[in-house]
């Protein structure tokens, strides 16, 4: 379903708390199509994530399990657990997503 190469589509989003502001929170609105996903799979080292499903339907996967959520429900990830994760579009409708996490110049991606 992915490629492996550079060229891989993700989300669309629109920075919010740039807009706004702020420095020590990150807020966003992913726009995610069918059979794409929001980052490859990862976690980070100090960083919490929250997702919340504004509309349509998601499959969160982590490590091997895969969980689906929809409109009203939230996830979130804890720097704590190193679970490597990431969000796809499994679905044929259009889903939007508000992204909050901490920005923290500590943090380290690891893929």
Avoid: W
């Amino acid at each position: 379903m992915f490629s492996k190469d550079k060229s891989e589509l993700y989300s669309k989003y629109a920075l919010i708390s740039d807009l706004i502001g702020f420095t020590d929170i990150h807020i966003s609105l992913e726009i995610l199509e069918k059979d794409r996903r929001m980052s490859k799979p990862h976690y980070h080292t100090k960083k919490e994530e929250f997702f919340y499903i504004i509309s349509g339907t998601v499959s969160v996967m982590v490590g091997e399990s895969e969980s689906v959520i929809s409109e009203g429900e939230c996830i979130g990830f804890s720097p704590q657990k190193e679970e490597f994760h990431y969000i796809v579009n499994k679905s044929d409708l259009l889903a939007k997503i508000l992204v909050v996490s901490t920005k923290d110049k500590m943090d380290k991606i690891i893929y």
